[in-house]
């Protein structure tokens, strides 16, 4: 789960920078984080929240180092408004497999199971294609989405011997490979799409989880 840091560091990663991004905003306008929210998935309009939003984001962006000129970074956004979030993700599927493999690795939990590399990433890319999908779904539609992909994904690690808490940092490693994907192309896009979508796919991933982990549990 993400915790509201309130401080961030200029060599702080992507996901911990953009971590606790509506509590931030709900604080300084004294609203409920749940609104804004609503005010990024375009489910609710509200100039005060939309500023507050775009404003953060250039935050985030030069504690990133992106900020070098605001005047051109604007007009490459409005240039490439139409590319969206979802997008980005299935152009690079390849290197999402990738990415999320070697963090794998790097995590003592996940290195500890003994799955071939094939079959480690086999259900990751299922996943990230399902939660493309699910991202273009309206709010109610989301909630009543089929989730197959996560489903095998629960079953499957239930039979290879992953733990719950395994199964769960698996999504956590999806959710890090996309950050760090779109951190690395926001110059390049809308700012305020770019929030919505990412909290498109926090939902649709944290959908994911629930029916993966439900699955994993039924097999017990």
């Known amino acids: 789960m993400y915790r509201d840091n309130g401080s961030t560091h200029p060599k702080s990663s992507p996901q911990e920078l953009y971590r606790g991004l509506y509590v931030r905003i709900a604080r300084k306008l004294d609203v409920?984080?749940?609104?804004v929210s609503r005010v990024a998935r375009g489910d609710r309009r509200s100039r005060q929240i939309e500023n507050a939003l775009s404003q953060e984001l250039e935050r985030i962006s030069s504690r990133l180092g992106r900020s070098n000129n605001r005047g051109a970074q604007v007009g490459m956004r409005q240039a490439n408004s139409s590319r969206r979030l979802e997008n980005l993700m299935g152009q690079n599927r390849p290197r999402i497999r990738k990415e999320w493999l070697r963090h794998s690795k790097a995590n003592p939990q996940l290195r500890a199971l003994r799955v071939p590399e094939r079959k480690r990433t086999a259900p990751i890319l299922p996943v990230v294609e399902e939660a493309i999908k699910?991202?273009?779904?309206?709010?109610?539609?989301?909630?009543?989405?089929?989730m197959k992909a996560a489903q095998r994904h629960g079953r499957l690690r239930k039979a290879?011997?992953?733990?719950?808490?395994?199964l769960i940092e698996e999504y956590n490693l999806v959710r890090r490979c996309v950050f760090g994907l779109a951190e690395q192309h926001c110059h390049r896009m809308d700012a305020r799409l770019l929030i919505q979508d990412l909290g498109y796919f926090g939902e649709a991933l944290d959908l994911q989880t629930q029916?993966?982990?439900?699955?994993?549990?039924?097999a017990s």
């Not at 029916?211 to 039924?218: E, G, P, Q, V």
Request: glycine share 6%; proline share 6%.
């Open 134 to 146: 699910v991202m273009k779904l309206g709010l109610k539609q989301r909630a009543s989405a089929s």
């Open 211 to 218: 029916h993966a982990l439900r699955d994993y549990l039924a």
């Open 160 to 166: 290879q011997g992953f733990s719950p808490v395994a």
């Open 32 to 35: 409920d984080p749940s609104y």
